[in-house]
């Protein structure tokens, strides 16, 4: 994504807030049928969702389905930090580095 420097999915509205160096931003909707985020927060889950998701195993949809089962209400992808932040309803948070092969 050309000029993004980061993304926030947030799983319990459905959207999702591009922004760009500077101030400006912009929204789109999900096109996804959400499930409801689950209530236990598991960081194992997370990390072998990431982990099928980074080895091309599962899709997007699938990705999502298993994350908000695992209490993530969305996360926050920093590119050109190479992190991303996954957060839970009661403020846990999981911060994944973006391997370099997807880079």
């Given amino acids: 994504m050309v000029g993004v420097e980061s993304y926030q999915v947030d799983f319990v509205a459905g959207?999702?807030?591009y922004y760009l160096a500077g101030v400006e931003?912009?929204?789109d909707a999900m096109l996804l049928q959400l499930d409801p985020v689950a209530e236990q927060f598991c960081c194992?889950?997370?990390v072998a969702a990431l982990g099928v998701a980074q080895a091309d195993v599962v899709l997007y949809p699938e990705?999502?389905?298993r994350v908000t089962?695992?209490?993530?209400?969305?996360?926050?992808?920093?590119?050109?930090g190479k992190k991303v932040v996954y957060f839970a309803r009661k403020g846990e948070m999981h911060i994944e580095e973006i391997p370099k092969a997807m880079q």
């Fill in 15 to 17: 959207h999702k807030r």
């Fill in 25 to 27: 931003s912009y929204s």
């Fill in 44 to 46: 194992q889950a997370i």
């Fill in 63 to 65: 990705f999502v389905k």
């Fill in 69 to 80: 089962s695992a209490d993530v209400i969305g996360y926050w992808a920093f590119p050109t």
